[in-house]
């Protein structure tokens, strides 16, 4: 049985991206399409949906593309760590904002 494959703009729609972030990704060798066709067409499958979801989750909370390259692939701390230590750091930009909040609702 064979696995569906889909060509960039297809899989881009699926996945909610832009067929240029999918050519970014590739280029960075963040997110290699499974395959090519025979006349040059990038095929991406469940795999690198799944990686996808990966990509945006960590931008979503802040990483760079940089690191995110670095996490999933040379494994320079384990993703849990990276995640916990981002958590922290959105802990305290969320506090920040929170102190501006209050100093303008006192200054109103």
Do not use: C, W
Not at 72 to 100: G, S, Y
């Amino acid at each position: 049985m064979t696995r569906p494959y889909y060509r960039s703009k297809e899989f881009a729609q699926r996945a909610g991206v832009t067929v240029r972030t999918l050519h970014v990704y590739d280029q960075m060798g963040l997110l290699p399409p499974a395959e090519r066709t025979e006349s040059g067409y990038r095929l991406y499958g469940q795999n690198e949906l799944e990686r996808l979801e990966q990509i945006v989750a960590l931008r979503f909370v802040g990483f760079s593309l940089q690191e995110i390259k670095e996490l999933l692939t040379a494994q320079a701390l384990p993703l849990m760590v990276a995640l916990r230590m981002q958590r922290e750091i959105i802990r305290e930009r969320r506090n920040e904002l929170n102190n501006a909040l209050e100093a303008i609702e006192r200054a109103e």
